[in-house]
């Protein structure tokens, strides 16, 4: 009988927290030492690589008699610290092209943050969800918006307390859960979507279709009118800072914006498709390229992502394509390559048939059926 197998699938709920004074102050005071106690420990590594040329990272408790404030936070954030530090230099001394080597944190980050892991055999106070909020050790219980109930059987494992430049406070819960691996769905052509990624439209699919974006465009809009408006203020001066709190509320609204339009998306065509075909993407230079042309992130790097686990939570394929690949200059109808093709050619018609071609819809269309057959590559391979 063929065993069943198992993967753990990891849940994250994040909600609003609405902390009374003394607990603001005291998650302040986390923050502050976090960010102390990580550059601390970064500038006491690369003394002590500079004498011995080994990396030693050193564990908070030496740091407290030095530093008393450090005792006034929970211990379990200071670890955690210590923790992502430690696994910072293994990441990078690993793999130096995918890591960047550890760097120093300033107050002046988009956001604070610190985390603190459950440990079901603690014997000090644990983490735990409560019906007004968050019970944390030291914080008390935290009030929160709790919008969503977690998954049944699931363990919390730990928790990550964030503050935004706009001064709102948020709490993102994980928890894990062992759950049967799906069964995988092969795909047929019929039920395969190319994806293309375009500059003006987000993307546009092998059907010929992209999505619409008003509300951001709107937002983005009136985000340009409060700019104007801050900039013919005096720095500093109160209405400077009342107006720099709008601003800031309004990247935030368009963030989130972009956020709810990108999981929305993904999940529409992770329910509606077996299988998604993207190309490789350099998103650095795609940044670069996007701030050349004056335009803005659209979030396309954390779409992809999205998309790829939706697809995967319910066995179906997410395929990428070589990103050299020639999907634009082939033709979909005879497979002729044109490389007298630019890139302000966006409707051409095909010197061998004389196809009119679209140049976003081919190259999904390319991007579809060169991924179905690197599909078909790979199962011969494995069989």
């Not at 939570?313 to 690949?325: F, H, P, S």
Request: proline letters at 5%; a positive charge.
């Amino acid at each position: 009988m063929k065993k069943e197998t198992g993967c753990t699938q990891y849940t994250v709920i994040k909600v609003r927290l609405h902390p009374t004074a003394e607990q603001a102050d005291l998650i302040e005071k986390t923050f502050g030492s976090c960010r102390y106690l990580w550059n601390k420990m970064l500038t006491d590594v690369q003394e002590f690589y500079a004498a011995t040329d080994l990396h030693y990272v050193p564990t908070p408790a030496c740091y407290k008699k030095e530093a008393p404030f450090l005792k006034e936070v929970d211990s379990q954030a200071l670890c955690a610290v210590h923790q992502n530090l430690r696994k910072a230099f293994l990441d990078f001394f690993r793999n130096p092209a995918a890591f960047q080597y550890p760097k120093f944190k300033t107050k002046k980050a988009q956001k604070d943050s610190f985390t603190v892991y459950c440990r079901p055999y603690h014997t000090g106070p644990s983490i735990r969800i409560t019906e007004s909020g968050i019970q944390m050790p030291k914080l008390g219980v935290l009030p929160a918006n709790l919008y969503r109930k977690p998954p049944r059987n699931a363990s919390l494992r730990f928790v990550t307390v964030t503050k935004t430049k706009s001064g709102k406070y948020f709490c993102s819960i994980t928890f894990s859960c062992e759950t049967k691996k799906p069964a995988e769905i092969v795909p047929a052509p019929e039920r395969t979507l190319g994806l293309n990624y375009s500059l003006t439209r987000f993307y546009v699919d092998s059907e010929g279709g992209s999505p619409e974006q008003p509300q951001l465009a709107r937002s983005s809009g009136k985000l340009a009118k409060m700019q104007r408006k801050l900039s013919r203020m005096e720095y500093g001066s109160k209405n400077y800072e009342e107006q720099l709190q709008k601003v800031r509320l309004q990247y935030e609204h368009i963030a989130n914006q972009r956020r709810d339009f990108i999981h929305k998306e993904s999940r529409r065509i992770a329910n509606a498709w077996d299988a998604v075909c993207v190309r490789e993407t350099d998103l650095v230079a795609l940044t670069q390229k996007l701030r050349q042309m004056g335009g803005k992130n659209t979030g396309f790097g954390m779409f992809r992502l999205c998309l790829q686990y939706k697809l995967e939570q319910q066995g179906k394929r997410y395929i990428v394509v070589d990103r050299l690949a020639p999907t634009a200059k082939t033709c979909h109808e005879c497979g002729n390559v044109n490389e007298e093709l630019t890139t302000y050619d966006r409707i051409w018609i095909c010197p061998n048939c004389g196809a009119v071609v679209s140049r976003e819809v081919n190259a999904a269309r390319n991007i579809r059926d060169m991924g179905l057959a690197q599909l078909k590559k790979t199962e011969r391979g494995a069989a």
